[in-house]
């Protein structure tokens, strides 16, 4: 089943206050990694009550579709050495305040960020709880697409320097939990933003060269899951 992105939209604008009661106890509290999709484990993503994020500034519109496509991105951020579970907290919250204080918008684009210690965290406001039910969060991270997309932003700047090792593991991980869980074909469905957007250079040439390479291990990961 692929879903095109051209599927009925139904809507739920979500004040961050109203729905915080509701929804804290699950993507607060919570720290199981979710579900596992017919047999793809998911990565362990740490909430954003974890890395102690904002509450957003405004509505999130919650979308009852599946999205279609993963965009890959690069945060275009400094390629730090320090790859600890605190340098990662502190990287989400520097996204977070980089688009809602100078971008403007109601909280982080991403639904999801990477570190490059490989630490998997959830991005824009109510995030998980969407890939958990199998629908959508509205992002801010590639324009024009986002009601049929997933945006993960992976921490550094990748024009030159090589990807590490924990990040792309950590990727490979997330995107076949992804596609498991929204049934996608991730020879297809795993893009880059310049794909989309063609006046950014994002994921950067090293990390965009790799996007065969993660479909392809996304694929066998898919293809030997029980």
């Known amino acids: 089943m692929n879903h095109s992105a051209n599927a009925p939209v139904h809507r739920r604008r979500l004040l961050a206050g109203a729905a915080a009661v509701a929804g804290g106890v699950v993507l607060g509290a919570g720290r199981a990694p979710g579900p596992a999709y017919a047999g793809v484990a998911a990565p362990r993503v740490y909430t954003r009550a974890e890395w102690e994020a904002r509450p957003p500034s405004g509505a999130i519109e919650y979308l009852d579709r599946v999205p279609d496509h993963i965009v890959v991105h690069h945060t ?40 490059r210690g490989g630490h998997v965290m959830e991005g824009r406001w109510l995030s998980l709880r969407a890939i958990w039910e199998r629908q959508h969060v509205l992002g801010a991270h590639t324009a024009g697409h986002n009601e049929h997309t997933v945006g993960i932003e992976n921490e550094g700047t990748y024009v030159t320097a090589e990807v590490p090792d924990a990040l792309f593991a950590a990727l490979v991980t997330t995107c076949a939990w992804l596609c498991a869980g929204y049934d996608l074909d991730p020879y297809t469905a795993i893009v880059g933003h310049r794909d989309y957007v063609t006046t950014t250079a994002c994921p950067g040439d090293v990390l965009y060269d790799r996007l065969p390479e993660l479909r392809r291990r996304v694929a066998s990961r898919l293809d030997g899951r029980s």
Do not use: K, P, V
């Open 76 to 115: 275009a951020g400094e390629n730090t050495s320090d790859f600890s579970l605190a340098a990662a907290f502190r990287h989400s919250r520097w996204i977070q305040d980089l688009h809602m204080d100078r971008y403007g918008w109601a909280d982080a684009g991403q639904q999801l960020t990477i570190s």
